[in-house]
């Protein structure tokens, strides 16, 4: 799983919050540093920001499934959103969120 977040505050707490004995998590502040990990390894999921100061969380997902087209896409925010942006298939957090509910996101 990759994290990004560019606040690296937030990025540390969301990572600590869905970290699991059975979940790691590579955690990034920049998308593009987050792109070349995923092109060298295995990621099955992408939560993402939405709001980053080099490329939104939209254009995010979308060069990383570029990388890997079957991957889960969770995006993140903690403003109100325009979700009709998303792809129907990706899952959308308002921050902050409980474990409880990225893991409803993870089903």
């Not at 295995?42 to 939104?56: A, E, G, N, Y």
């Amino acid at each position: 799983m990759i994290l990004v977040d560019n606040d690296i505050d937030i990025l540390a707490e969301i990572a600590e919050l869905i970290a699991s004995d059975t979940r790691t998590v590579a955690t990034f502040t920049n998308p593009t540093r987050a792109l070349l990990y995923a092109k060298s390894n295995r990621v099955d999921t992408l939560v993402s920001d939405f709001d980053m100061p080099d490329m939104d969380g939209v254009q995010f997902a979308l060069a990383f499934l570029d990388i890997n087209p079957s991957a889960r896409i969770i995006i993140m925010s903690g403003r109100l959103l325009d979700t009709s942006t998303l792809l129907s298939d990706w899952r959308f957090l308002s921050k902050p969120f409980s474990l409880e509910q990225f893991e409803r996101c993870m089903i």
